[in-house]
DNA sequence: ATTGACATTTGCCAATTGGCTAACTACAAT
DNA sequence: ATTGTAGTTAGCCAATTGGCAAATGTCAAT
């Protein structure tokens, strides 16, 4: 209601935190932020200035540049670290998606796409 | 008088700005953030912002990074990202799945993570 | 059902940011 | 000297951030 866009960088902190996994209170001890402010980040009531986002990123496993770049403060890829990243068909890997998926096993990778593509199929049929 | 401390970003960045040189309200114009406050950074009285940062980075010849290690945002050298594509953490990434993925539009490949999320919370509560 | 112990959310508010506009300050050229 | 003009600074104010404390939610154990 209040927030219909789930497009923000507090969605990411939230999945990141509840995987560690640590309570709000927990990461506000760590991060030195109060918990009731973290809270409203991860909902998309606040977000998170550079200050507050260096504050958390260690706490959460996040590198900062990882974290600032998620967040849209910096722009996707420094022209050094460009070329690193595959480039497979045209689009390019979210880093955060890869950085999950990776600590999967294989077969729940494969399981991930296999539900994307059960997605797909139902989302063409709904189409027509 | 205000401003005893001669120690913040403005200080380099005006620098940097005479020695373009550009005066305020060219830099204004090409950032597209206001002079006057533009110029209350130089002085030390505003600190620029994550977004602003970023705005004037570019106009005045700085790379995002460097510029937000000077003003205190990042710690002066994040690890590279170099290298740690193939293993984050302890696992891999199936190249079969980057590339299905990749070809995503970020929002999916993130809705994916957020369903892997929900089924992760799932299961555990059927453990119990 | 009730209590107790945590965890999260909300209400409130001080502090800060950043834009707009109106002063001020050079400093030329008449 | 005076006027013009470009550049910088100051006054004001709406919007946002982030902390504290109180309210609310959650849930296991009685």
Redesign the interface.
């Known amino acids: 209601m209040d927030n219909p866009d789930k497009?923000h960088i507090g969605?990411?902190l939230k999945?990141q935190r509840?995987?560690l996994p640590l309570t709000l209170q927990e990461l506000a001890g760590k991060a030195e932020v109060s918990a009731s402010h973290l809270g409203r980040i991860e909902r998309g009531e606040r977000f998170p200035?550079?200050?507050i986002?260096?504050k958390i990123a260690a706490p959460l496993g996040f590198?900062?540049?990882?974290l600032?770049t998620l967040?849209g403060?910096?722009?996707s890829q420094?022209?050094?670290?460009a070329e690193?990243?595959?480039?497979?068909?045209?689009?390019?890997?979210?880093?955060?998606?890869?950085?999950?998926?990776?600590?999967?096993?294989?077969e729940?990778?494969?399981a991930?796409?296999g539900?994307?593509t059960m997605l797909r199929s139902i989302a063409k049929s709904m189409d027509k």
């Not at 420094?78 to 670290?81: A, D, E, H, L």
């Not at 045209?90 to 294989?106: F, I």
Request: hydrophobic share 35%; aromatic share 8%; glycine share 4%.
């Open positions: 497009n969605t990411i999945q509840i995987s200035s550079a200050h986002l260096r590198e900062e540049n990882e600032f967040a403060y910096l722009s420094s022209p050094r670290t690193r990243l595959p480039t497979y068909g045209s689009g390019q890997l979210d880093p955060y998606v890869a950085r999950v998926l990776s600590q999967e096993p294989p729940v990778q494969r991930v796409i539900i994307l």
